[in-house]
């Protein structure tokens, strides 16, 4: 593991990340998802010996902290950005899961592989909205930073002040303007059991993305299953093989 600080808009970034088979072309950037880290991601490492791959802690998880400012999804691709100038590493495909996957779009990369990503807003259930109404009128009243800890949402838990900004900021973003505008390959993956980013929403990304999704079985992390893992891996080295 390497650790390179990024000065970005006044603020140090620490990027802790890991490069596999340095020697190796083409390059694959691998993003992980909100909450996780780059060993999440590092499952695929031994599925691409002939791939250059760059595994990130993204800012504010794993080995990438303190995160010193809130940010938004767009601040990340620019901090990622300039990381990858920076260390002069120019990914040939993006693999993304989650959260990550809102970055990896904004990276714009010539390959796009999406695991399960975020970006189309999902109808929240009626005990989600409840709560949030309830907090609301709690903060009216004075108290609701005092119970917030009753409030908070599982993904923000533990979170420091910055990072539970930061996943305000983002966790209810539209980017179905963005799928649309994406100009690159795209392999496009879901669980059918995923309650964070269910079917429909993977489907709607195909529709905006001109592409069929593969829906796989399992839930937000179906690739931790072996078997959905080969099959990724397999659509990948295709997709790359074709490209020559």
């Known amino acids: 593991m390497a650790l390179r600080k990024i ?20 390059s694959l950037l691998f993003l992980h998802g909100w909450g996780a880290k780059k060993e999440l991601m590092e499952l695929f490492a031994p ?14 998880f794993g080995g990438s902290q303190p995160l010193p400012i809130p940010l938004k999804t767009a601040d990340y691709k620019e901090i990622v950005a300039q990381f990858l100038e920076e260390i002069n590493f120019h990914p040939d495909g993006v693999i993304a899961h989650s959260f990550g996957g809102k970055v990896g779009l904004l990276l ?5 592989i999406l695991l399960a990503s975020a970006g189309i807003p999902v109808e929240k259930p009626l005990s989600v909205k409840a709560k949030i109404a309830l907090f609301k009128l709690l903060k009216k ?16 838990k533990g979170a420091s002040e910055t990072l539970y900004q930061t996943f305000k900021n983002v966790v209810d973003e539209d980017f179905s303007s963005h ?3 994406f100009k690159g390959e795209v392999l496009l993956f879901g669980g059918d059991r995923d309650t964070a980013v269910p079917p429909e929403a993977v489907r709607r990304q195909g529709e905006l993305l001109g592409v069929t999704p593969n829906i796989l079985p399992g839930d937000h992390f179906f690739f931790l299953n ?19």
Do not use: C, T
């Open 7 to 26: 000065k970005w808009r006044g603020e140090e970034f620490p990027i802790s990340y890991k490069i596999v088979n340095p020697d190796k072309s083409p």
């Open 141 to 156: 009243l004075g108290i609701g930073e005092k119970l917030r800890h009753l409030f908070v949402s599982a993904d923000a």
């Open 226 to 244: 072996p078997e959905n893992r080969v099959a990724i891996v397999k659509m990948v080295e295709n997709l790359f093989g074709k490209r020559g």
């Open 47 to 60: 599925h691409f010996p002939h791939f250059r791959q760059l595994y990130i802690d993204l800012p504010g």
């Open 108 to 112: 714009s990369p010539p390959v796009l």
């Open 179 to 181: 799928f649309s505008q």
